[in-house]
């Protein structure tokens, strides 16, 4: 038996969670609503995000936990409607004072806050005054970061900017937001992304400017595009999309550029966005210390067949719509599928990790990786994830072959710390080593229960890794 590659010195082994999914207390002391706690699309039978994992009045008792767990860092967000009610209004001191406790409780523990400073949750006021498609809302997210890196600059040394920001322009739906398709409703969109751009970048240099010590980064969700086949059409089409939906985010985000093939492709289409004077100044200063990404499984493109089927929906929720004229979505008949027909692929997170260190040389911290499953709690007060176990475990290797490889990883942080409301399917989807037990409408006690996985994670945090099998 070979031993499997070690980590780095000092590698964040953590977990994640959002506010919007975890807290609830969504109008607490003073918190303003979110466009999540707005949102009017949740599927029927499915729950809202108001009360989650109750995380905002049982935090203690989750930290605790995670200590328990081992864990040496936690990425976690900060709801904006938490500390700016309105997005750009008056500061909310209670909201203020709520991370200020959350973040404190994690350092007594020895845990490493990693902060998530948006993660889908934009104020709904300024939603309803344009979101992302008006300026304005780039001043309201640097002042914001200002603020957060004011109260918790000397107490964080790790900040993301924007979580998931491709996935808010592929799938616009998903995160409570509608989209037209019309050509006139995807330039806005792209319009959106770009503004979004210059707020992560106005952040990123303003972290430089204030907290010298800290590192920042931004956290997409980004993973390789295999070709359907050999055939070069196949194998353009998975390069085409892989700038679309990977690269363009992150040539911005790394070098103040959009990548070429992704611009050539919104110029194309009509969609591309309108640069404003000094736009190109404030995206070549970002230059962030680090990219986190979250992954789940590869993609598998063909060429585009000129048919209906090229916009047709996989049923895969993170597989994207065909483009017609660019890439048909297909299924990967190597891969197998878990209940929710996502794909599985713990060797394409080894080639993604190298794909992305290869391209931009820089420092990697995984923020989400992880199984939605039908967990179910036993008579005995236990919890069976074996499957979990099996997942993590082949990601984990993967990734320590992936440093083998050379990648430099900072650190692992899977979804999620502690079952919460998944943006799809509720409550029962779940993703943590923590159960909380309720189910969609019953709130039960929401008792803390120690999953197998808990268990298991917590000694391959011990032993910093997995062994070779």
């Not at 995670?66 to 001191?93: C, H, M, Q």
């Not at 790790?158 to 330039?187: C, F, K, S």
């Not at 923590?434 to 996985?453: G, H, I, Q, T």
Request: glycine share 8%.
């Amino acid at each position: 038996m070979t031993d499997l590659p070690r980590l780095r010195p000092g590698f964040l082994w953590g977990a994640s969670t959002s506010a919007y999914q975890v807290e609830g207390g969504w109008d607490a002391d003073g918190k303003g609503p979110s466009v999540q706690d707005a949102r009017t699309n949740i599927p029927e039978g499915t729950t809202d995000f108001r009360v989650a994992g109750d995380h905002y009045h049982r935090y203690q008792e989750d930290v605790a936990l995670f200590a328990e767990l081992g864990l040496k860092a936690y990425r976690f967000s900060i709801a904006w409607t938490r500390v700016v009610p309105d997005g750009d209004g008056p500061e909310n001191p209670d909201g203020i004072a709520f991370y200020h406790r959350l973040i404190d409780e994690l350092l007594a523990h020895g845990i490493e806050p990693v902060v998530t400073m948006y993660h889908f949750d934009l104020p709904q006021a300024l939603q309803e005054k344009g979101g992302w498609s008006s300026r304005a809302t780039v001043d309201a997210f640097a002042r914001y970061a200002g603020i957060l890196f004011r109260e918790y600059g000397d107490k964080v040394r790790y900040w993301l900017t924007i979580n998931e920001q491709n996935m808010m322009i592929l799938h616009p739906g998903a995160m409570g937001l509608e989209r037209e398709d019309t050509v006139e409703a995807r330039r806005d969109l792209y319009q959106q992304n770009h503004h979004m751009l210059l707020a992560q970048a106005r952040a990123m240099a303003l972290c430089h400017e204030t907290l010298p010590q800290a590192k920042i980064g931004p956290a997409p969700n980004i993973v390789s595009i295999y070709p359907a086949s050999s055939a070069p059409e196949d194998v353009l089409a998975a390069d085409d999309f892989s700038a679309i939906r990977n690269w363009l985010y992150l040539d911005v985000a790394v070098h103040g550029r959009y990548n070429p093939t992704a611009w050539a492709y919104l110029t194309s289409k009509g969609i591309q966005p309108a640069f404003a004077e000094g736009d190109q100044t404030v995206l070549a200063a970002a230059r962030p210390d680090f990219i986190a990404f979250n992954y789940y499984a590869t993609h598998t493109v063909a060429a585009p067949s000129g048919g209906a089927e090229d916009v047709g929906d996989t049923g895969d929720a993170l597989v994207s719509l065909g483009e017609a004229g660019v890439y048909r979505a297909v299924r990967n008949p190597h891969l197998k599928t878990n209940d929710f027909g996502w794909e599985l692929d713990p060797t394409g997170f080894r080639i993604t990790l190298r794909e992305i260190h290869d391209r931009y040389r820089l420092p990697l911290l995984i923020t989400e990786n992880g199984l939605g499953a039908y967990d179910t709690l036993e008579d005995d007060g236990t919890v069976h994830d074996g499957y979990r176990i099996e997942y993590l475990a082949e990601h984990i290797r993967n990734m320590q072959l992936a440093a083998g490889d050379g990648v430099d990883i900072m650190g692992y942080c899977p979804w999620s710390a502690i079952d919460l409301v998944s943006t799809h399917q509720g409550v029962r989807k779940r993703y943590g080593f923590v159960y909380v037990d309720r189910d969609e409408f019953d709130l039960k006690e929401l008792a803390r229960v120690r999953k197998d996985s808990f268990f298991w994670y917590r000694d391959v945090i011990a032993r910093n890794g997995v062994s070779a099998s």
